[in-house]
């Protein structure tokens, strides 16, 4: 522990070099860590979002729109679909969990979804208080939509129009809170849910109109084709979310990997300054080391000296990465949509971390055998005698 | 008196071909030996040759209770640790490290203890945990003695150690070498241009 004790002091004693050093190289394992949690994070958001959702009937326009509108409910809706056309290709006998949906309206910026009986199960709860919505006006909200806008069982309030704010109100017609409810998805804690008979209620000019339709597929096959056939045989898009998805995460891994290649170049070029900044070091105190190896001191205990450093280097960027994680997390509600802020458990999953951590010591160990060996090799002689 | 070192003719030759030759040198315990001789005659060389820091090319190096140094060999860890103590001209201290710390840095070296001897001896008892380089010169060379007496090898070579002292400081760092040899009866090589060391020597050995 001498050897850590002393390398500590000589760190310290050039740490403003050592810290600008730390902060690049965290920069980079930031870079690693976060798009890894990020990728895993949105991929376990996807997939249970979209469990039990084969197919997604809507009006024609950009199927990624589509889906982040009518699944995630952060995008515009492409538009809306005739009830009665809808209706003719749900009697398909390979549909199962046939879900209804129609916005028209929001509070204060938090939509207001219309869905008919068959979303309710589909929602992951948590607790429940109340009712979900049965008639007409009766609106379901979560726990984080009733604290914020002071909303409790009973209570009424007017929709605004459309899924944005400043639309203008509806003010002729009162919701009335029947039931408040959390869910494990964090989505679902970003809508206020009613029946869809209230969206045709405020908004006449739209009954006898979906916004979208979503339902499970029974027969794999039909689940390969049915899309297409709707596609050809309507006049609404037939989206299949898997595939979507599929070609949405595609595209993220694709971001991740030039943010990952990115990353590790930062990470190698702060690897080469650890070489340079210890061997300028120990140019510069060349004589003090040479004198440790005069009064006897061993290989190892000068191994000690030189590596301790980097070492104490590596984790100084360590923690630098976990204090960055930690702010990205807790700053990104300001950067993400509610509705797929990251995973805290898979944030905090530090078992994926393990080796990158390890790969990252084991460069900082590499990093300063070169100037150990160096350092082995001068003539003690003329270290002392020309300095 | 015993002998504490013995070192037969020692040939040191250098990577551009130039030899320097030294002649024999036994040193007794309780001995102190002056090493004079023109700039460049390799006092310097011949010190770091018998403390083992430079490879010598033809001779034999024999300190008291240590296996022979033979030419060509590499000198164990062991040898400089404990057979040879070195108080270079210049004291090379970590300037990331406290007064005290250096000396806990040379002890960790030669793999002993942590020095319980006090800093009050040279009156720098309060000065412990400044940094080095805020001493003065003379206080810096004291604290440079103090350490290359640690692990009391037998045999001490120190190198130039009054070179940029005044008479006050040179004769507290001689005092001080005076009285680590009568305590601990060993034996020191003082290499210098210096006269004023004269009166403090059991002998001179001129070479060059």
């Not at chain 1, 958001?45 to 009937?57: A, K, N, P, R, S």
């Not at chain 1, 046939?98 to 979804?113: C, F, S, T, V």
């Not at chain 2, 083992?52 to 060509?72: S, W």
């Not at chain 2, 350490?147 to 130039?160: I, Q, T, W, Y």
Request: aromatic share 8%; hydrophobic share 45%.
């Amino acid at each position: 522990m001498k050897a850590f004790y002393f390398a500590s002091r000589a760190l310290w004693h050039r740490r403003t070099t050592g810290l600008f050093i730390a902060l690049v190289w965290a920069l980079g394992l930031l870079g690693i860590a976060a798009t890894g949690r990020m990728e895993r994070s949105l991929e376990g958001q996807l997939t249970q979002t979209l469990e039990g959702t084969d197919l997604l009937l809507t009006a024609k326009g950009s199927p990624t729109q589509a889906i982040l509108a009518n699944l995630f409910h952060i995008d515009e809706p492409t538009g809306n679909i005739g009830r009665e056309e809808a209706e003719k290709w749900l009697t398909h006998p390979d549909l199962a969990h046939i879900r209804r949906l129609a916005y028209g309206d929001n509070l204060h910026g938090q939509r207001i979804l219309g869905c008919d009986s068959a979303t309710w199960t589909h929602i992951p709860i948590r607790t429940l208080q109340g009712n979900w919505p049965s008639a007409p006006m009766e609106v379901a909200i979560s726990e984080a939509i009733a604290q914020k806008e002071g909303l409790h069982i009973g209570a009424t309030f007017h929709g605004g129009h459309g899924t944005v704010e400043d639309l203008g109100n509806h003010d002729d017609h009162d919701y009335k809170v029947v039931g408040i409810f959390s869910s494990r998805t964090p989505l679902w804690n970003t809508l206020i849910l009613t029946t869809i008979q209230s969206v045709w209620t405020v908004h006449e000019d739209d009954q006898d109109a979906y916004t979208a339709v979503l339902a499970r597929i029974k027969n794999p096959m039909t689940r390969l084709m049915m899309p297409g056939q709707i596609q050809r045989n309507s006049t609404f898009m037939a989206v299949s979310p898997a595939m979507e998805a599929n070609r949405m995460m595609g595209w993220l891994n694709q971001g991740g990997q030039v943010i990952r290649a990115m990353s590790w170049l930062l990470t190698l070029i702060a690897a080469l300054s650890l070489v340079l900044l210890l061997q300028s070091h120990i140019r510069e105190r060349l004589a003090d080391y040479a004198l440790v190896r005069a009064m006897g001191g061993s290989w190892g205990q000068i191994a000690g000296l030189v590596l301790w450093q980097n070492i104490l280097l590596a984790l100084a960027a360590i923690t630098l990465t976990y204090l960055g994680l930690l702010v990205a997390f807790y700053l990104q509600s300001y950067w993400l949509p509610e509705g797929i802020w990251l995973n805290e458990t898979v944030w905090w999953d530090l078992k994926f971390d393990l080796p990158w951590l390890l790969l990252h010591l084991f460069l900082a160990v590499f990093a300063g055998i070169g100037p150990w060996i160096w350092l082995q090799k001068i003539p003690l002689h003329r270290a002392l005698v020309d300095s | 008196m015993s002998k504490v070192l013995e070192s037969s003719s020692l040939m040191v030759t250098f990577s551009d071909q130039v030899s320097l030759h030294f002649p024999p040198l036994v040193l007794e315990a309780g001995e102190m030996v002056l090493l004079q001789g023109p700039s460049g005659a390799g006092k310097s060389t011949w010190m770091h040759a018998i403390a083992g820091l430079t490879p010598f090319h033809r001779g034999t190096v024999d300190i008291h209770g240590f296996a022979t140094l033979y030419a060509g060999k590499k000198a164990p860890k062991q040898w400089r640790r404990s057979a040879v103590s070195l108080l270079p001209q210049k004291p090379f201290f970590w300037n990331s490290l406290s007064l005290s710390e250096n000396l806990g840095l040379a002890a960790w070296a030669k793999g002993i203890d942590p020095p319980t001897m006090s800093l009050d001896a040279l009156g720098l008892g309060t000065k412990g945990a400044q940094a080095a380089h805020s001493l003065s010169l003379g206080e810096q060379q004291r604290v440079n003695a103090l350490r290359s007496f640690l692990g009391n090898a037998p045999v001490l070579l120190a190198d130039e150690p009054t070179a940029s002292l005044d008479d006050h400081n040179a004769a507290a760092v001689m005092a001080l070498l005076r009285a680590h040899l009568e305590k601990q009866a060993c034996g020191i090589v003082v290499s210098s241009h210096d006269h004023r060391l004269v009166p403090y020597m059991d002998r001179i050995v001129t070479i060059g």
